[in-house]
Structures are given as structure tokens and as C-alpha cells.
């Protein structure tokens, strides 16, 4: 069992998976410093199977811790002018709307048993955390594989319908897995928005932290939230990037990131083969 303490950050898990769990959320932080981002997606994993958090309470810490993070990422991108407003706009707006509806109605809708499959029980929890290893598996590819870094000059010529039609999209995926989502995002401001990477990832931090945060309030109504618990996660996950962000110029982020898509996928299999088979 898992040993609790109350203080003043509220019901603190300290059984040796949870310490090493805090541990754990200081890495994942420092990944997201090193390598700009896909360290969240360890969040929820690391609140499920270290912290013992149920999985869809899970993924609600998850947005908020998600979002404050990427809001803390995007005022540097913000003063440095690589976040463009327009685009930013376009794609959040519809963004908001599928995370909020996913977290609000979604989420909750789902039965805590659904149907039997000989032993295995397919309920709420599998679904989430099944849908969320292979967001986790798909986010992986584009680690490994890396992105181009390709600068595009001149106007920038916006596809609206689709810039906004992928942010709906986006922000019900990542609302319902509890995820930032900037392996989708990025890739969607490059192509559909004609951003240069640099900007793309700016502007993907400024929609992942409102759309993460917007999506949390729809769980203010449906969940019992343990605020001081939810503050020393963030603080320590801010520790971590703060910490990650120093390490960077020290480390190239180009050779780290492939390495940790290759994590990434072998950390999804096994969510995948835990929630199923084992």
C-alpha cells in the first residue's frame, strides 16, 4: 500500500514508487527543457503507475500540469516575437472547444465497465489509458524521426478550414488522454500555416498551455481535486524544466530527441501490454 502524509501540500503519497514518481516528474520536466517538449507525455503514465492516481483523474492533473508548464515555456518563445498570434488563434479556438467538450461530457459519459473479453475487464480506465498508448506510440514516430527545419520567407498563406478543422480534432484527442499534443500541433502550423519551426513551437506552446488549461475546467465540476498534492507536482515538473532548459546548452537537443522517441514507444508498448495482457 501506499503511505500518506498530510501537510500543507494536502494528502502526499510516500511509499518508495511514489517518491521515485516525484523523482520521475523532476526527469520528465527536464526532458521537456532538453529537448522542448514530449516530456509531458510521461505525466500521466508516472501519476497512474508510480503515484497511483486513478486514470482519469489522471489525466485532468495532467492538463493543468501540462498547460502551466507550456505556459512557462511560451513567454520566453513570446519575447523572443516566435509566436504568431494569428495562426495561434485560428487553430485554438475550435482547439478549446474539443478539449473542454471531451473533458466536460466525453470523459465522464464513459461506463466504468463496458464489456467482458474472457478476464479482461474493458471499462473507462482501459479505454483512456489504451488510447493513450497509442498516442504515446504515434508521438514516438515523429521524435524518432525528427522534423525539418525548414524556414519558409515571404507571406504566410493560412488554410483556415483545416487549420481550425485539426484543432478541433487535436484538442478532443489530447482533452480525452490528458496529453499537450505539440507532436500534432507543430507538424499541423508547418504544413497548414506555413510556419517556420522555430515559430511553429512557440506558437504550439501558447495553444497546448490555454487549450490544457481550458480543458482542466471542465473537470472542476466532475472531479475531487487535491490541490496541494497538484502543486507539488507542478512545482517540481517547473524544477525539472527549469533544470532541463539550463542542461540544453550544454547538450544537443537534435541527438537527444530520437533516443527519447525510442523510450517513448517501448513506454507506450508497455502501457499497452500492462492494461491488456499482464
Not at 507571406?155 to 478532443?172: H, T
Not at 532541463?244 to 502501457?271: C, D, E, Q
Amino acid at each position: 500500500g501506499v503511505g500518506l502524509i498530510g501537510n500543507s501540500f494536502g494528502t502526499i503519497p510516500t511509499s518508495g514508487s511514489a517518491l521515485f514518481g516525484f523523482a520521475a516528474t523532476i526527469l520528465a520536466g527536464a526532458t521537456m527543457g532538453l529537448i522542448g517538449g514530449g516530456g509531458s507525455i510521461l505525466t500521466v503514465p508516472i501519476l497512474v503507475y508510480l503515484l497511483e492516481i486513478p486514470p482519469i483523474l489522471a489525466t485532468g492533473y495532467s492538463l493543468f500540469v501540462v498547460g502551466l508548464s507550456a505556459l512557462v515555456g511560451s513567454v520566453n518563445y513570446f519575447k523572443l516575437g516566435l509566436v504568431n498570434l494569428k495562426a495561434g488563434t485560428i487553430f485554438a479556438v475550435p482547439a478549446f472547444v474539443g478539449v473542454f467538450l471531451a473533458r466536460k461530457y466525453l470523459v465522464p459519459a464513459l461506463p466504468v465497465e463496458i464489456f467482458n473479453l474472457g478476464n479482461l475487464v474493458v471499462g473507462r480506465d482501459l479505454i483512456v489509458m489504451g488510447v493513450f498508448a497509442t498516442v504515446m506510440i504515434l508521438a514516438s514516430f515523429s521524435m524518432i524521426r525528427g522534423g525539418s527545419e525548414s524556414e519558409q520567407e515571404g507571406e504566410l498563406q493560412f488554410n483556415y478550414p483545416m487549420i481550425a478543422l485539426e484543432g478541433l480534432i487535436v484538442g478532443a484527442v489530447t482533452g480525452f488522454v490528458g496529453a499537450g499534443g505539440g507532436f500534432l500541433i507543430i507538424p499541423a502550423l508547418v504544413v497548414l500555416a506555413k510556419l517556420p519551426m522555430k515559430q511553429a513551437v512557440g506558437t504550439s506552446l501558447m495553444i497546448i498551455a490555454v487549450k490544457s488549461l481550458f480543458g482542466f475546467l471542465g473537470d472542476l465540476g466532475n472531479q475531487s481535486i487535491d490541490w496541494g498534492f497538484l502543486a507539488l507536482f507542478c512545482l517540481l515538473s517547473i524544477i525539472g524544466i527549469y533544470l532541463g532548459t539550463y542542461l540544453s546548452r550544454f547538450v544537443s537537443s537534435a541527438k537527444l530527441k530520437p533516443g527519447f522517441g525510442w523510450f517513448v514507444l517501448i513506454m507506450g508498448l508497455f502501457i499497452l501490454a500492462k492494461e491488456t495482457i499482464l
